[in-house]
């Protein structure tokens, strides 16, 4: 689970590189799918990656809009001010930890229950799923995305010597 989170947070650096090659308004383009644009999409990743987290260790729940963070810089220094909280909290994961539950109030009052397993796992191909979609833009904008290649990520803690 770790090295998946640890793909995860490689791949999205490797976006926001990617990123500082496009204008603003390239960045903020409307787009079919996602979140609706490149760096919406980066934020949601984002969000929901520090929200689910959050709610697992019993914390609030983030809140923010995306338009108080529309520029790469901003979204680039959020990711750096939550990256922290949940490289810990994924780092201290545990087998025990497989099957606590969450329960989760939805806005409309409704509570969901599920185990911080799914939860974990759920967050991580949240983030797959985005960079799909990004690498599709990318294509579509006749730019070479980012690989999603897990393998030559140097990931394998077993091979290194």
């Given at each position: 689970?770790?090295l998946?989170?640890?793909y995860?947070?490689?791949?999205r ?11 603003e ?10 979140m609706g644009?490149i760096?919406?999409?980066?934020f949601h990743?984002?969000?929901v990656?520090w929200?689910w987290i959050?709610?697992?260790q019993?914390?609030?729940?983030f809140?923010?809009?995306f ?13 750096a ?13 545990d ?8 329960h ?7 509570i969901?229950?599920?185990t911080?397993?799914?939860v974990i796992?759920?967050?991580i191909?949240?983030?797959i ?8 833009w990318?294509?579509?904008m006749g ?12 990931l394998?803690?077993s091979?290194?010597d």
């Open positions: 689970m770790q998946l989170f640890k995860n947070w490689m791949v650096e490797d976006w926001f590189r990617w990123c500082d090659e496009l204008s308004e390239e960045l903020l383009q409307n787009r079919p799918g996602g644009s760096l919406h999409t980066l990743i984002i969000d990656e929200s959050r709610l697992l019993g914390k609030a729940d809140q923010e809009s338009e108080e963070y529309n520029s790469l810089e901003k979204v680039r220094k959020l990711e001010e939550f990256h922290l909280e949940v490289e810990n909290f994924v780092n201290q994961w087998d025990s930890m497989e099957e606590r539950l969450l989760n109030t939805l806005a409309d009052g409704r969901e229950t599920h911080w397993g799914e796992r759920h967050t191909v949240h983030e799923h985005h960079i799909g979609q990004l690498s599709i990318a294509r579509e730019r070479e995305p980012i690989s999603a290649n897990l393998i030559r990520r140097g394998s803690s091979l290194k």
